[in-house]
């Protein structure tokens, strides 16, 4: 049983359509989290949800909207998408801040806009 | 403002030798460190954690790391090389007050020859 998973594996698709990735986890943690992991494999924190409120909004375009709509569940909508949004997305959860246990991650969602 | 570097984006060595990955921090608080290995098509697992506990910590897959206050480093080590441990090795400090932001180093790929 999956401990955090994110689906689609894969996604491709065209500039200027909108598409979402979904994130859920199983560990009965209460902070969820959106990085992103450009083409030279540098991790980018985006978004940090704690009990489904928004803790952690990075400087981000406004076309991604993260919505966590209980605690398990963290997805990420992207509107308008563009060839600089390609990159693979990661799902990660952590109780707390992290700090103790550090986070879970998913598998990725690998995102090829075209 | 906390922040990572390791040093050697590529590390070559041979089966069998010593393993000696590098990274520095930089924190005006007390530091939360991790370091997380990444294999091709995976997300991020975590490999060690230091949280002022003891300064040196023993992971899993025979890795360990040495914090060391006087030089803001976290190296990770292994004594003996498998070919198994061929991957991305990714150094963190957890950010902010009581986490929720984790920075990451920009890796180390890591190559194993026979």
């Known amino acids: 049983d999956t401990a955090v998973s994110q689906t689609p594996k894969y996604l491709v698709t065209q500039m200027g359509n909108d598409k979402s990735i979904k994130c859920e986890q199983n560990l009965g943690h209460d902070t969820m989290y959106w990085y992103k992991q450009d083409s030279k494999k540098f991790l980018k924190i985006m978004f940090s949800y704690n009990n489904k409120e928004l803790i952690i909004n990075e400087t981000v375009p406004n076309r991604f909207s993260p919505k966590s709509p209980d605690k398990a569940h963290l997805n990420l909508h992207i509107n308008s998408l563009e060839l600089g949004d390609s990159a693979v997305y990661f799902c990660?959860?952590?109780?707390?801040?992290?700090?103790?246990?550090?986070?879970?991650f998913g598998s990725g969602t690998r995102l090829t806009v075209v | 403002a906390q922040s990572v570097t390791q040093l050697g984006s590529h590390v070559s060595v041979s089966e069998g030798a010593l393993v000696l990955l590098r990274c520095n921090y930089s924190?005006?608080?007390?530091?939360?460190l991790f370091w997380y290995v990444q294999y091709p098509n995976q997300g991020l697992q975590l490999l060690l954690k230091y949280t002022s506990a003891a300064t040196l910590v023993k992971g899993i897959n025979g890795f360990e790391a040495e914090f060391k206050k006087s030089e803001t480093s976290f190296h990770l080590t292994k004594p003996s090389a498998h070919m198994s441990d061929a991957a991305e090795y990714f150094c963190?400090?957890?950010?902010?007050?009581?986490?929720?932001?984790?920075?990451f180093g920009a890796g180390t790929r890591l190559f194993v020859k026979a």
């Open positions: 990660a959860s952590s109780q707390e801040g992290g700090q103790s246990h550090g986070y879970t």
């Open positions: 963190a400090v957890s950010a902010g007050a009581g986490g929720f932001k984790t920075i």
């Open positions: 924190s005006s608080v007390p530091p939360y």
